[in-house]
């Protein structure tokens, strides 16, 4: 990035809340550029034909689940869309077997059965990406029910897009999470273009944070390029849900950088409005600028981060590619459960 983008990047970011611990500030940075440099791998395997069927990449989002995921504890659920590699890596997926996933490897977390839209690990409370756009909504609203059930002060994390928001079943989970009073944390990625088309010529109000007002539920806009933004108000969310006062809904306003998918050559935006974003508000590079600035890292400890994120993604990439495709009886596996 030019040094006076940067300028602009870290200016956009100066007022932060900084309750968290220097140890703490690393690690939302390290795990925001894990994801960024994995997904950039993710795109280059796909290109070279390593990757099949679609490729959702999470580029620019990165803010809004290392946020929310900062908030969380061992026992919380969490559940997405099929733009997912970002939320199992930040829910502690290892790499290696999220990239072994999307090549189709035995390695990967569903055995190469799921692909990049279709992974699960109960290990981490991560209940999927789910390739039905809003069908994980009243899923996660069903989740927070068991946390109810089970009478424990669990939440459920359901992360959707503004092009889901418009979906039926959406009104359908706020309801009943308002009825039951579930400890459900709705979160709208808002990227502002859903499939391809942009918010305002698919959403009668803008201010989707406000879907859940007809319901009493409680709602707030935050900037989704600001990790400690989304932390702080994650928080807040998170202790409404914990107190039992039901659910709770954030609208976080992003950007993706890349199309819909990597077969999408996103014509409907300018070059120019995504280069404008990139150099003003970049999560990485504004929590980098800061973190600078206000004297929590140096130059060479960032650098040497992206070194580390860079093997990591490396070995990951080698990994998959070295992982053996499944044995054709795994056809049969995992299909039924028999209670």
Not at 262 to 283: G, L, T
Not at 299 to 305: A, G, R, S, T, Y
Request: aromatic fraction near 8%; proline fraction near 3%; glycine fraction near 12%.
């Amino acid at each position: 990035m030019p040094a006076k983008d940067r300028t602009r990047a870290r200016g956009a970011a100066k007022k932060k809340d900084n309750t968290a611990s220097k140890d703490e500030l690393h690690q939302y940075y390290y795990d925001m550029l894990l994801i960024r440099r994995f997904e950039e791998k993710a795109g280059q395997l796909y290109g070279m034909g390593l990757i099949g069927g679609f490729c959702h990449l999470y580029i620019g989002q990165e803010a809004v689940v290392v946020g929310i995921q900062s908030t969380l504890k061992d026992g919380d659920a969490v559940i997405t869309s099929y733009r997912d590699h970002g939320h199992m890596l930040a829910c502690g997926m290892e790499a290696r077997g999220v990239m072994a996933e999307l090549t189709g490897r035995a390695g990967g977390y569903s055995k190469g059965k799921g692909g990049s839209m279709h992974m699960f690990s109960r290990e981490k409370n991560f209940y999927g990406g789910h390739g039905i756009v809003a069908a994980q909504v009243p899923i996660g609203a069903g989740i927070a029910f068991a946390h109810k059930y089970n009478e424990n002060d669990l939440v459920s994390v359901t992360y959707f897009g503004d092009g889901a928001i418009n979906q039926g079943q959406v009104g359908e989970a706020l309801n009943m999470a308002a009825l039951w009073d579930l400890p459900a944390i709705f979160v709208i990625e808002n990227n502002k273009y859903a499939m391809g088309t942009s918010q305002e010529r698919a959403s009668a109000g803008t201010d989707l944070y406000n879907r859940g007002k007809p319901y009493g539920i409680p709602g707030k806009q935050v900037d989704g390029m600001d990790v400690l933004a989304v932390r702080e108000a994650a928080q807040t969310a998170v202790a409404h849900c914990r107190a039992g006062k039901g659910p709770y809904v954030l609208e976080m306003q992003t950007y993706r950088y890349r199309g819909h998918s990597m077969s999408d050559p996103a014509k409907y935006r300018s070059r120019e409005e995504v280069s404008k974003v990139r150099s003003e508000r970049d999560p990485i590079d504004r929590m980098r600028g800061w973190l600078i600035d206000e004297g929590f890292a140096e130059e060479d400890e960032l650098k040497e981060i992206d070194r580390k994120i860079k093997d990591i993604v490396s070995d990951a990439a080698e990994f998959a590619q070295n992982s053996p495709e499944p044995d054709p009886s795994e056809l049969y596996t995992d299909v039924l459960v028999e209670a």
